[in-house]
């Protein structure tokens, strides 16, 4: 994957940058708000991680600049500020997610990865599929082989979004997130229990496991012979 | 709303003494013309009877009853419509001269004058029955004289002048009260408008000034600019004292999640063997760091809810589907213990409130209860009228001693610390509650806790209906004004 980090705070930076690579991305780094948007604007890349505080130019302007000459390149905003409105004014000037500092160097890239790999556009699936696992989201049926799987309406919303990121890393604050609609750091064992009831249905009585726990990090749902 | 009762508002006061004070000098006015008009025309009468008396008394005693009865009878002829009436009586009280043929049967009054009535006959007119006063003088030899003046006319227009003087006093009173209310209600709109701003800012928008009225510098313009000062100062006090805060966050906070990031991004590196021996406490320190930073945040987390900027999030949040959703969340956990969570909804509240700050304090309600409740324990949530949640559980319970200290920071009842969390669990749920303008109770559940999040019975002062649009001064003075018409 092929990102845009503008970051002011050197140190972070290289630790971004470095961590990145070693999972498997390119990285192309900007100090500032300008050098920034102008290498936005040249490339193309999967994803931009923009700090909301930057010199020269900020990070809201820098992404409402790029909105308004059409690019629609995912952005991940970064910021010391963490109240609710700046998550709101965050979103509402074109980022698509927001992380506060400090994050855990795993939640920005279960973000960043998630983000990367949002399709343009969504296509209206009714069934999702993943190795045998198979969910039918209009009849809201799951089936895997030949067996059909009870599940409870939040254990059925799990699934479904572990199903949609398939492959990808979805962190506790993520699952809290896109499951309950909830923007607050979780205990993190409560997630946890609830994974593993969906686990005791979806792999307890199948050889290979569908769910992974990623550790530091989150679980994520992948057919096993795709590479982790 | 506010109950505000008519009598306490100083709209209603201040009309009351200033009606007072125009009732006052409108009567006084009114009662020296009156004073000065009909009274004047009464003495008038009375005196020119008792000159006439005088002067026939005196015309008695130098010329005699002869020359008297000729006067009387001269003035008598003098008056065919006994305008001024006169009567001379002989010691048997028979009729000697005079307008009338006998005494009148009214007793005189205190101030010694007669009343009564007198027939007159107007040229060609219907004869009428008017009222007259008259005084008697008795004279030497027993003879007794009563002069007197018909008075209808001036007492029918005595009439019209009270009546009028009445009116008077009615318009007089119903202007000051219309007066009284215009003119409080010019000082409490001002009044008004400081309440108004004041209580914005109470609610967090510490921005708002309070508008000066430029044109005219007077005592209110002084206050309001005294009132800018000061919050000037408070809004700069407060800057810096966020500012300090996030400042010392910023700066620990910045270091550890650096540390944090070195290590992760060490532990993603995979260098050789040197490095395996180093993962176990890379994760440890890492494990370290992750709890320090969450304790960082929720500490950010309460400083931010005390603050009351959150308010500018607010929502129409209902809190029955809140109350399941984290209720559904916490649900596996509490059943893993063998617990069981019961939900009671009375009541379909809906309250202004930060939905994420509520669930927040909710869940960790309930993960302290799911925490201090014994295997096999029982949890409930109510949402009742108030409206009111509440967390029961069948735990041990907090000493009444003890209720008010674990709302403190860092307090916990574990002296040895040996459960996990950071002690700011509750302390987070008393700053939401105080956010929210609720009250938050620690009762005992006997056995166990029960904590209640009581939206009604909060200490906030200020309402947060946005659709009001009456304040309650202006609403006393509605009521007023409508009285008044009345």
């Known amino acids: 994957m092929h990102v845009l980090l503008i970051e002011d705070d050197v140190d972070a930076a290289d630790y971004l940058k470095k961590g990145l690579k070693e999972s498997g991305h390119q990285v192309e780094h900007a100090a500032d708000g300008k050098t920034g948007l102008i290498k936005a604007a040249a490339e193309a890349f999967d994803v931009l991680v923009v700090d909301r505080m930057l010199p020269g130019l900020d990070g809201l302007s820098l992404v409402q600049h790029l909105r308004a000459t059409g690019n629609a390149t995912p952005v991940l905003f970064l910021s010391a500020l963490g109240e609710v409105d700046d998550r709101v004014k965050g979103l509402r000037a074109g980022g698509d997610d927001y992380l506060v500092k400090p994050y855990a160097f795993a939640e920005l890239l279960a973000r960043v990865e998630t983000l990367g790999r949002r399709p343009q556009s969504q296509p209206v699936a009714t069934t999702l599929r993943i190795a045998d696992l198979e969910m039918d989201l209009l009849g809201r049926k799951v089936t895997r082989g030949e067996r059909v799987i009870d599940l409870q309406t939040k254990e059925f919303q799990l699934l479904e979004v572990l199903m949609r990121h398939a492959g990808q890393v979805m962190t506790r604050t993520m699952l809290l997130e896109k499951v309950w609609d909830y923007h607050f750091d979780p205990q993190t064992n409560v997630i946890d229990v609830h994974i593993s009831r969906l686990r005791q249905k979806i792999d307890r009585d199948f050889d290979l496991p569908l769910i992974h726990t990623v550790r530091g990090a989150g679980y994520c749902l992948r057919a096993p012979d795709q590479a982790s | ?486």
Do not use: C
């Open chain 2, 1 to 486: 709303m506010r109950p505000i009762r008519l009598l306490d508002t100083s709209a209603f006061r201040l009309t009351l003494i200033y009606l007072g004070l125009f009732g006052v000098s409108a009567l006084t006015l009114l009662g020296y013309l009156y004073f000065a008009t009909a009274g004047f025309m009464t003495r008038q009468t009375e005196e020119t009877i008792q000159a006439e008396i005088a002067g026939l008394a005196e015309q008695y005693r130098t010329q005699g009853l002869p020359r008297l009865r000729q006067v009387i009878d001269q003035r008598s002829a003098a008056q065919p419509h006994r305008a001024s009436i006169y009567l001379l009586t002989d010691p048997g009280g028979r009729w000697v001269a005079g307008n009338i043929d006998r005494w009148p049967d009214a007793q005189p009054g205190e101030d010694g004058w007669l009343t009564f009535p007198v027939t007159v006959e107007p040229d060609g007119i219907e004869p009428e029955n008017r009222r007259a006063i008259a005084q008697s003088f008795r004279l030497a030899g027993a003879y007794r004289l009563l002069v007197g003046r018909e008075v209808e006319d001036r007492l029918e227009l005595q009439t019209r002048i009270k009546q009028a003087l009445s009116w008077g006093v009615g318009f007089t009173l119903l202007l000051g009260l219309a007066g009284g209310l215009l003119m409080s209600r010019g000082l409490l709109r001002r009044v008004d408008g400081i309440n108004r701003t004041t209580e914005r800012i109470m609610k967090g928008d510490l921005s708002q000034r309070i508008a000066l009225n430029s044109s005219r510098g007077d005592e209110f313009d002084q206050l309001a600019s005294n009132l800018n000062a000061m919050l000037e100062q408070i809004e700069r006090l407060l800057n810096g004292m966020r500012q300090v805060t996030d400042n010392i966050a910023h700066d620990l906070r910045t270091p550890l999640n650096r540390m944090r990031s070195r290590i992760e991004v060490a532990l993603l590196g995979d260098d050789g063997e040197s490095s395996e021996a180093l993962r176990p406490v890379l994760e440890q320190t890492l494990n370290d760091a992750e709890t320090m930073i969450g304790t960082f945040n929720a500490l950010l987390d309460i400083a931010r809810a005390e603050a009351g900027s959150e308010r500018a999030a607010f929502e129409k949040v209902e809190l029955t589907p809140l109350v399941r959703d984290v209720v559904d969340l916490y649900r596996p956990l509490a059943e893993d213990k063998g617990q069981t969570i019961d939900v009671a909804i009375e009541s379909d509240a809906v309250v202004d409130a930060n939905r994420h700050l509520l669930a927040q304090a909710l869940a960790n309600l309930l993960d302290n209860a799911v925490k201090y409740t014994p295997e096999g324990g029982r949890i409930s949530l109510t949402v009742s009228e108030g409206p009111a949640i509440s967390v029961a559980d069948s735990g041990p319970g907090i000493p009444e001693g003890q209720r008010g200290k674990v709302l403190q920071r860092f307090v916990r009842l574990d002296e040895t610390r040996a459960t996990p969390g950071n002690g700011l669990g509750l302390s987070l749920v008393a700053a939401v509650a105080r956010l929210h303008g609720a009250k938050l109770v620690l009762e005992d559940n006997q056995p166990g806790l029960r904590v209640r999040l009581d939206f009604q019975g909060g200490s906030r002062q200020i309402e947060d209906e946005p659709s009001r649009s009456q304040t309650p001064p202006a609403k006393a003075l509605r009521d007023l004004r409508q009285k008044a018409r009345a």
